[in-house]
C-alpha cells in the first residue's frame, strides 16, 4: 500500500544545514512534494520534484531523490529560526497526496 | 497569502449535529481539494473536485459530503458528528495541470 515515512524531530544549529528525510513507497508517483506548517498556520507549498529528475536547488532549499531507494530529501542550508516549523513530504497518486506524518524542525541558538 | 480561502476559521458544537465547511479556490483553479488533519491520523486526503465534477475520493466517510457549485467555491458537510471528527479541516486549490496544490488556512472544528 501506499505509505510515507518521516521522521518526528530533527534539531539542528542555528546556521547549519538542515536535512529532512523521507521514504515512499508508490513507484507511479511523478511528483514529490515538500510542505511547511508553522504553528496555527496552513500548509505552504515549499517545493517539489518530477520523479524523472535527481536534483532540484531553489535557494536555501536543495531536494534530492533517489528514485531507485524511493528516497527524498529535503536540505535548508544556513538554516534559520524562522525555518522552525513542520516539514512533510508527500508524494501524489491518482490525483491526492499521500502524506507523511511530518518532521518537526527545531533550531537551536 | 495562497488565495485560497476558507471559512469559518474556528467552529465548536455538539456531537450529533451537522456543520458547513466552506471554501474559495484560488482566481481560476478548476480543482478544489478536501484534507483532514488530526492528531491520530495526521493529514488525509478526503475528496476533489474538479470543474463541479467529484474527480478522487480518499478517505471520506459516509457521514460527510461535499460539492462544487458552478462558481467553483466548494462546501464539506459534516453530519452526525462524533468527538474524533475534531481536526483542522483544509481546503485547496490547483490549476488545470494539478501539479501545485495551494492550501487554505484550514477551519478547526471542535466537537464537544
Known amino acids: 500500500g501506499e505509505d510515507v515515512e518521516q521522521s518526528l524531530f530533527l534539531s539542528v544549529r542555528e546556521g547549519d544545514s538542515s536535512v529532512i528525510n523521507c521514504t515512499y513507497t508508490?513507484?507511479?508517483?511523478?511528483?514529490l512534494y515538500w510542505y511547511k506548517q508553522e504553528p496555527g498556520a496552513g500548509l505552504q507549498l515549499l517545493t517539489y520534484i518530477f520523479s524523472n529528475m535527481d536534483m532540484k536547488q531553489d535557494q536555501r532549499l536543495t531536494v534530492l531523490l533517489n528514485k531507485k531507494d524511493k528516497h527524498l530529501s529535503l536540505r535548508i542550508a544556513d538554516t534559520q529560526t524562522g525555518d522552525s516549523a513542520i516539514y512533510f513530504c508527500a508524494e501524489n497518486s491518482n490525483y491526492q497526496l499521500i502524506w507523511g506524518a511530518g518532521t518537526k524542525l527545531i533550531i537551536k541558538p | 497569502d495562497s488565495g485560497v480561502t476558507q471559512t469559518p476559521k474556528h467552529l465548536i458544537t455538539a456531537t450529533g449535529q451537522r456543520v458547513t465547511l466552506r471554501c474559495s479556490p484560488r482566481?481560476?483553479?478548476?480543482?478544489v481539494y478536501w484534507y483532514q488533519q488530526s492528531l491520530d491520523q495526521g493529514l488525509q486526503f478526503l475528496i476533489q473536485y474538479y470543474n463541479g465534477e467529484e474527480r478522487a475520493k480518499g478517505n471520506i466517510l459516509e457521514r460527510f459530503s461535499a460539492q462544487q457549485f458552478p462558481d467553483l467555491h466548494s462546501e464539506l458537510n459534516l453530519s452526525s458528528l462524533e468527538l474524533g471528527d475534531s481536526a483542522l479541516y483544509f481546503c485547496a486549490s490547483s490549476g488545470r495541470t494539478s501539479v501545485e496544490q495551494y492550501f487554505g488556512p484550514g477551519t478547526r472544528l471542535t466537537v464537544t
Open positions: 482566481s481560476g483553479d478548476l480543482s
Open positions: 508508490d513507484s507511479s508517483s511523478t511528483y
